[in-house]
């Protein structure tokens, strides 16, 4: 039997991307790299790219958990309280997967 030709046309993998909710910058200082999160006000920095971005990504995490454990004190922290919107989102993602599709990763040079 011959394969519909119009429907194996109509199969085309759709991507969707999900609206980025918090942003990472990454920049190299020397010989290390600089993760930092603006939105957080979270920073990591280490040897190699990859294991910067992902520490990022722990710390994100990390974070978020904190902030849950104290929320009665953090959401009335002037310096904090604007972060409870991200970590809702945070907590909601199951894995590294959900959370990186809310994750802007922009690379650039660091400038003193």
Same mark, same amino acid.
């Given at each position: 039997? =011959?394969?519909?030709?119009?429907?194996?046309?109509?199969?085309?993998?759709?991507?969707? @991307?999900?609206?980025?909710?918090?942003?990472?910058?990454?920049?190299?200082?020397?010989k290390r790299y600089c993760?930092?999160?603006?939105?957080?006000?979270? @920073?990591?920095?280490? !040897?190699?790219?990859?294991?910067?971005?992902? !520490?990022?990504?722990?710390?994100?995490?990390?974070?978020?958990?904190?902030?849950?454990?104290?929320i009665s004190l953090y959401? =009335?922290?002037?310096?904090?309280?604007?972060?409870?919107?991200?970590? =809702?989102?945070i907590a909601s993602c199951?894995?590294?997967?959900?959370?990186?599709?809310?994750?802007? @990763?922009?690379?650039?040079?660091?400038?003193?």
């Amino acid at each position: 039997m =011959k394969p519909n030709t119009l429907l194996e046309k109509e199969r085309v993998p759709l991507i969707t @991307v999900s609206e980025k909710k918090l942003t990472v910058l990454v920049a190299k200082d020397g010989k290390r790299y600089c993760a930092f999160c603006p939105e957080l006000d979270l @920073v990591t920095e280490l !040897d190699a790219l990859p294991e910067t971005v992902q !520490d990022i990504i722990e710390a994100i995490r990390d974070y978020a958990r904190e902030y849950l454990e104290n929320i009665s004190l953090y959401s =009335k922290s002037p310096n904090r309280a604007h972060h409870l919107p991200y970590i =809702k989102d945070i907590a909601s993602c199951k894995d590294d997967w959900e959370l990186m599709n809310f994750i802007e @990763v922009r690379y650039g040079r660091l400038q003193l």
